[in-house]
């Protein structure tokens, strides 16, 4: 199985300034044939289900703030919020799609600080 | 509205039995995978399933695998997931998620509690 370990579990960023979530995997999730990183993110906040954020690492889902970024390749991955919204106060998941079982993240919670 | 409504939760003894359904309005659901994940208390998520768009492909993560089964009626729009042998770590909300690679459409999630 593929582990996915995010780091930190928590951060607290002031309003408008950046935030920074990792996403390490146990093993490659870039497919040599298409070149395609299969990493997702979500944004999940309580209440609420999941919602996707960034897909094939960097690909942002229709609708999503283009605050929201997506890098990496391989087994390295990065989600970036450039300028914190209160209303990104959530627990952000990266999710490999590269091979069964699926697997998540632990999670990252962001806060205001 | 593209939408994904989950039912069929509640309270189930240890070795019960349970069959969640989820029910898909607002996009052509024949044409897509269908994934079951779930969220213990506490926790994480975690993929538990999915199916390919005519039923005739399934993929379950080990934990549930010989006692859950996934399965989809198309001509209904929706989506199951039967639950046997229940374990009380399989307490969790249960929810439906259109695809199998991202999961870009997530019902609200309904909760199954193992207990005795």
């Known amino acids: 199985d593929i582990v996915m370990t995010q780091s930190p579990d928590s951060l607290a960023v002031s309003l408008g300034e950046r935030a920074t979530i990792n996403c390490k995997s146990s093993q490659s999730v870039l497919y040599s044939s298409n070149s395609q990183n299969y990493l997702a993110w979500y944004q999940h906040k309580p209440g609420q289900p999941p919602k996707l954020l960034m897909y094939w690492a960097s690909t942002r889902e229709s609708g999503v703030p283009d605050r929201f970024s997506g890098s990496g390749s391989g087994a390295d991955f990065t989600l970036t919020i450039s300028s914190l919204q209160a209303e990104d106060v959530a627990v952000y998941y990266c999710h490999q799609y590269y091979s069964i079982p699926r697997t998540f993240g632990q999670g990252t919670k962001v806060e205001i600080k | 509205e593209v939408q994904l409504v989950e039912s069929g939760g509640g309270l189930v003894q240890p070795g019960g039995s349970l069959r969640l359904s989820c029910a898909a309005s607002g996009f052509t659901f024949r044409d897509y995978w269908m994934s079951w994940a779930r969220q213990a208390p506490g926790k994480g998520l975690e993929w538990v399933a999915h199916?390919?768009?005519?039923?005739?492909?399934?993929y379950y993560v080990d934990s549930v695998m010989g006692r859950f089964t996934i399965s989809r009626d198309n001509a209904k729009n929706s989506l199951y997931l039967q639950m046997n042998s229940l374990r009380v770590e399989d307490t969790a909300v249960y929810s439906c998620?259109?695809?199998?690679?991202?999961?870009?459409?997530w019902g609200q999630g309904t909760l199954v509690t193992v207990s005795s």
């Open positions: 998620a259109r695809g199998h690679w991202w999961l870009g459409l």
């Open positions: 199916i390919n768009p005519d039923g005739s492909e399934t």
